[in-house]
C-alpha cells in the first residue's frame, strides 16, 4: 500500500506560481511512476503530468511548458506551476501506480492505483 499527501495548493493571481508537494509512504520501492492530475470543476479529472522511473516526465498539451513535475529521492513528488491562468483552477492529485501500463494511460485516471486526496488550486483574473 502506498499513501499519498498533497500539499501546497493556495489561491494565486493570474500570472502568479505554486509548488506543489507530495509526500509519499508506504511501500515506495513499488512504485513505477508518478503523476499529477487535475478536476477543474464541472470537468472530469484529467492529467497534467507524470514522471517515470527512468526519470523520462510527459505533459499534456495545456501545459505549454509552464509546468514541471519532479521527484526526489525521497520519493516526494513536485509540480512547480508557473504563468498560472484562472483556467488551472482545479483539484490537483498526485497518484502513483506500482503497475506498468501504456505511455498514453499514464496521463489518464484510470493509469493510477494509488492517489492522494488533493490540494486545492485556485488562480483568480
Known amino acids: 500500500q502506498v499513501h499519498l499527501v498533497e500539499s501546497g495548493g493556495g489561491s494565486v493571481r493570474s500570472g502568479g506560481s505554486l509548488r506543489l508537494s507530495c509526500t509519499t509512504s508506504g511501500i515506495t520501492d513499488s512504485i513505477l511512476y508518478m503523476g499529477w492530475l487535475r478536476q477543474r470543476p464541472g470537468k472530469e479529472r484529467e492529467g497534467v503530468a507524470v514522471?517515470?522511473?527512468?526519470?523520462?516526465t510527459n505533459y499534456a498539451p495545456f501545459v505549454k511548458g509552464r509546468f514541471t513535475i519532479t521527484r526526489d529521492n525521497r520519493n516526494t513528488l513536485y509540480l512547480q506551476m508557473n504563468n498560472l491562468t484562472p483556467e488551472d483552477s482545479a483539484m490537483y492529485y498526485c497518484?502513483?501506480?506500482?503497475?506498468?501500463?501504456?505511455?498514453?494511460?499514464?496521463?489518464?485516471?484510470?493509469?493510477?492505483?494509488?492517489w492522494g486526496q488533493g490540494t486545492q488550486v485556485s488562480v483568480s483574473s
Open positions: 497518484a502513483a501506480n506500482e503497475l506498468d501500463t501504456a505511455q498514453y494511460l499514464r496521463l489518464r485516471p484510470p493509469g493510477y492505483h494509488f
Open positions: 514522471i517515470n522511473s527512468d526519470s523520462t
